[in-house]
């Protein structure tokens, strides 16, 4: 397994060629893209983006590349305005996929949106390393939004990913703004335990199951780094 976490700032994926964008200087994920195919021979890229704002400058930026399928999952309505679920790219290529949810979507709707959706569409793909546009401000903590999710939810959701893409994935840091206890801090360390377990092991299963789902009281054991 070879998983890697940059907790980059400012985020990047709003960034388009020429300007920045919404807090956004350097788009990151496409430079990382470009790097792995110019520097490590990789030959398809996956990009998956949860940041609860469309990647409007990542999308815009990969439209029509056959060698990259981008997925965003992002709140409907919310800035910048982008990220149509009938917007498969200007190109051709059809390599873009937009979904966007409910404002007040929870840990249920992008776990359905995920397993439905998503990780097949990148799965079939068969990429050889996978970008994560790593944003956690669909926390319900989060100032900019609407969403529900928890910290936890997003060790579920790296969870998830992992089993259906594998373990060479990259994360960089995207939006996130809620400083409580509950909020960025903690999301981010549920995603680095997520990836820190063992894939099939009981740690990875109590992760999957909240704290009231799990067969007995006992079997759940919150991890920690």
């Not at 400012?10 to 990151?28: I, Q, S, T, W, Y």
């Not at 110019?38 to 999308?59: F, P, Q, S």
Request: aromatic content about 8%; charged content about 25%; glycine content about 10%.
């Amino acid at each position: 397994p070879s998983v890697a976490l940059a907790l980059t700032r400012p985020p990047g994926h709003h960034a388009l060629k020429a300007r920045g964008m919404g807090f956004c200087l350097f788009n990151f994920a496409v430079v990382a893209a470009e790097h792995a195919f110019e520097t490590y021979g990789v030959k398809r890229i996956a990009m998956l983006d949860w940041d609860v704002h469309h990647g409007n400058g990542v999308a815009a930026l990969v439209d029509g590349d056959e060698r990259i399928r981008y997925a965003s999952l992002h709140e409907e309505g919310n800035f910048p305005n982008t990220g149509r679920a009938d917007d498969r790219g200007s190109k051709g290529a059809q390599n873009l996929l937009h979904v966007p949810m409910e404002p007040g979507s929870g840990w249920e709707e992008y776990e359905v949106a995920l397993e439905e959706t998503v990780l097949p569409w990148l799965s079939e793909f068969d990429a050889d390393l996978v970008i994560v546009s790593a944003g956690y401000d669909a926390l319900a903590l989060d100032p900019l939004a609407n969403m529900m999710l928890d910290a936890e939810d997003f060790g579920k959701i790296s969870i998830m990913v992992r089993r259906a893409l594998g373990s060479k994935v990259v994360l960089g840091l995207e939006g996130g703004y809620s400083l409580e206890p509950d909020g960025l801090a903690a999301a981010v360390e549920s995603t680095i335990v997520a990836f820190s377990t063992e894939p099939g092991s009981p740690e990875e299963s109590q992760l999957m199951c909240a704290e009231d789902e799990c067969e007995s009281p006992e079997e759940y054991v919150r991890p920690t780094i």
